[in-house]
């Protein structure tokens, strides 16, 4: 198992590109299910949970053509309803081939999924949704087995905000006779992508972006393909963790390919603590700055502050002037993090679901272990201002969600070597 050694302090600087999201790459490939068609890619990123969707695609009997950053998917050799535990467990979006496998073809059979270990996040609502448009659905085995003759349009109104519900609803209501609307639908960034990628292939559909979704559904002899290659958006969530390593650094880089709309909420945050930001139309200036203050953050549904950045915003508060409160409303269980923050010198004090930090003026190095994705970042963020070495182990929940993230950050300054594991 691999493992990262950063040697700390640094300061970053430079030019970082950042790749395109994995969020919403997964979804997207996910619904190349629904078309009778070969669909190209281009910018897709090599992340372990982009190879897991991958596999899963091909032991469907999906014709999948892999070149560097570029994909071909043809899901025209598809013929396999069943999505096999072996792959879905250690992956929580792998439940999105539901929704589109039962659309095109009136069966499905998917493992109950896997991940991080963050909470429940559980799968009624997909299911729910599913049912309200005619699915029948049982739970046996672990797995969902769901059939129908064909999925109907109807009003699907969410109890809260799902990102992977509102996605597997989209793409069921693609094929569905009838109009689909999506009520209290998720409003993230991912949602608009998805959107787009299915209106390139002739889709309608209304109100992505917004909490109210309309999908018109068509038959599949009415779809379309683009005849382009499709680039998934920037990733928003890597984004803000390298504009917090800069910050924390006090750095002078420059965070390019994505658009800071998608984080306007994160940015107005880091902006009232002190940094020093500057805004283009796709990318994000970080300037030396001193003398940040502590805050308080909420996590909240899109555009509110995103639960996948809270972890970062952890790292940073630890070693600003001042007290800071973090309130995690999203998960139950994402403070693993905080165990080893504190190993190596954080103040942090947990009640309930709100963590509070008093901010230290400096961090030691030491051995700590990765628990999830965005823990493993926050992780990185802390070696990067530590004094000494940090031995960062399990760095594989790391590769699920960062590209080469220790190769961008030599290139930017740090000191971080990769010690392949056996």
Do not use: W
């Amino acid at each position: 198992m691999d493992k990262l050694l950063v040697q700390g302090p640094c300061q970053l600087n430079g030019t970082v590109e950042i790749s395109s999201a994995k969020n919403a790459t997964l979804p997207i490939l996910a619904a190349t299910i629904l078309f009778p068609y070969p669909v190209k890619f281009v910018g897709i990123p090599d992340l372990m949970d982009v190879g897991t969707i991958l596999k899963l695609l091909q032991s469907m009997g999906i014709n999948v053509t892999k070149n560097d950053h570029e994909v071909l998917i043809d899901a025209t050799t598809l013929n396999n309803q069943h999505a096999d535990y072996t792959l879905v467990k250690t992956m929580r979006a792998s439940v999105l081939v539901l929704g589109p496998l039962l659309a095109r073809f009136g069966i499905a059979s998917v493992s109950l999924p896997g991940g991080c270990a963050i909470g429940a996040r559980p799968v009624d609502i997909h299911l729910m949704g599913l049912e309200k448009m005619g699915a029948q659905i049982e739970i046996e085995n672990g797995y969902i087995k769901a059939k129908c003759d064909k999925l109907k349009g109807a009003v699907v109104k969410f109890p809260f905000p799902s990102v992977g519900a509102t996605e597997n609803i989209m793409m069921a209501a693609v094929l569905a006779e009838g109009v689909t609307v999506i009520e209290n639908a998720a409003m993230e960034p991912e949602i608009d992508d998805l959107a787009d990628f299915l209106m390139a292939q002739g889709v309608k559909i209304e109100g992505a972006g917004t909490s109210h979704i309309t999908i018109h559904g068509m038959k599949e002899t009415e779809l379309r393909p683009s005849g382009k290659s499709y680039r998934v958006i920037g990733d928003r969530i890597e984004a803000a963790t390298f504009i917090i390593a800069g910050i924390m650094t006090k750095g002078d880089i420059k965070v390019t390919g994505f658009n800071p709309s998608h984080l306007e909420f994160v940015l107005e945050t880091l902006k009232k603590m002190g940094a020093k930001i500057e805004i283009g139309k796709d990318y994000v200036h970080i300037h030396p700055s001193d003398g940040l203050k502590g805050t308080m953050v909420e996590t909240l549904p899109f555009p509110g502050f995103p639960t996948d950045v809270q972890a970062q915003m952890m790292a940073l508060m630890s070693v600003v002037d001042g007290n800071s409160t973090v309130t995690e409303t999203i998960f139950e269980n994402r403070f693993m993090h905080v165990p080893e923050m504190i190993r190596m010198g954080a103040r942090i004090n947990l009640k309930g679901n709100t963590a509070f930090i008093e901010g230290v003026e400096q961090l030691s190095g030491a051995p700590v272990m990765c628990t999830d994705l965005r823990a493993s970042a926050a992780l990185i963020l802390c070696a990067l201002v530590a004094h000494g070495q940090t031995e960062i182990q399990r760095v594989y929940h790391l590769d699920r969600g960062y590209e080469k993230i220790d190769e961008k950050l030599t290139n930017l300054g740090s000191k971080i070597t990769r010690v392949k594991g056996s």
